[in-house]
């Protein structure tokens, strides 16, 4: 199955597809009117659709009916994470973490942070592809990135509240022992330096639980998608 984007897609009414979508369905996929194809609007639902009118710049389709598709949990992680140096690492990131299954994911702004600035847009748009490719019909959104200490006061993470950090002397248990299933969660990786001692205290005072990632030593990029993993592997028992 091949899936398209659309943010307008609604039952019963003729939606135009945007010029990057109606390229790939006219011009690459060579498909002509009365084709059908499959379209979600990035918010869960899926529309199974025929071409109406077959334009490589404005594809319009009509809606034919609304399937239900299972790549989605009901159970959403928010991942808040710092950037990694290398941007390409983020990006790496971004695509693996929307195929197996995130909600959003927030860029923090930390103590150690070697980087502070990524640019949203194209992390969006990998996770568009992501999205797509991996049949998935929720996309998630990728929060500018903000201040840890301010995101952490804003009250923004709801559920099970996570925080994976390395400080020796620290009581953590092991992140299996603490996700619990069939709950929302939001879970902090830090930079490459790790989190400072103010930071995780803070977090704690937020009432995030501290936890271990294992004995060895992960990347941020490692640490977060086997987060993200842990997350979708013990909600897809429930």
């Given at each position: 199955m091949q899936l398209f984007y659309s943010p307008d897609i609604a039952p019963g009414a003729f939606c135009?597809?945007?010029p990057e979508e109606s390229r790939?369905?006219?011009?690459?996929?060579?498909?002509?009117?009365?084709?059908?194809?499959?379209?979600?609007?990035?918010?869960?639902?899926?529309?199974?659709?025929?071409?109406?009118?077959?334009?490589d710049r404005a594809c319009?389709?009509?809606?034919?009916?609304?399937?239900?598709?299972?790549?989605n949990s009901p159970f959403s992680i928010h991942l808040a994470v710092a950037p990694t140096k290398n941007p390409s690492r983020m990006e790496w990131l971004v695509e693996k973490a929307v195929e197996i299954?995130?909600?959003?994911?927030?860029?923090?702004?930390?103590?150690?942070?070697?980087?502070?600035?990524?640019?949203?847009?194209?992390?969006?748009?990998?996770?568009?592809?992501?999205?797509?490719?991996?049949?998935?019909?929720?996309?998630?959104t990728i929060h500018e990135a903000t201040g840890l200490r301010e995101w952490l006061q804003s009250g923004v993470s709801t559920g099970q509240r996570i925080i994976a950090h390395c400080e020796a002397g620290c009581p953590r248990q092991p992140l299996a022992a603490t996700l619990q299933p069939g709950l929302d969660t939001t879970i902090l990786i830090g930079p490459e330096g790790d989190f400072s001692s103010e930071e995780i205290a803070l977090a704690l005072k937020c009432g995030f639980l501290p936890v271990s990632l294992g004995s060895s030593r992960l990347r941020t990029?490692?640490?977060?998608?086997?987060?993200?993993?842990?997350?979708?592997?013990?909600?897809?028992?429930?």
């Open positions: 135009t597809l945007d790939h369905a006219v011009r690459v996929l060579r498909k002509r009117k009365g084709d059908e194809l499959h379209l979600t609007d990035g918010r869960g639902m899926l529309h199974h659709c025929r071409i109406v009118v077959a334009d319009v389709v009509e809606p034919v009916g609304q399937d239900s598709f299972l790549s299954g995130v909600g959003a994911i927030t860029l923090l702004q930390c103590d150690h942070s070697e980087r502070t600035f990524l640019k949203t847009e194209r992390l969006q748009k990998i996770a568009l592809s992501a999205m797509k490719q991996s049949l998935r019909t929720l996309l998630p990029e490692t640490a977060a998608l086997y987060a993200v993993a842990a997350f979708n592997l013990i909600n897809d028992r429930t």
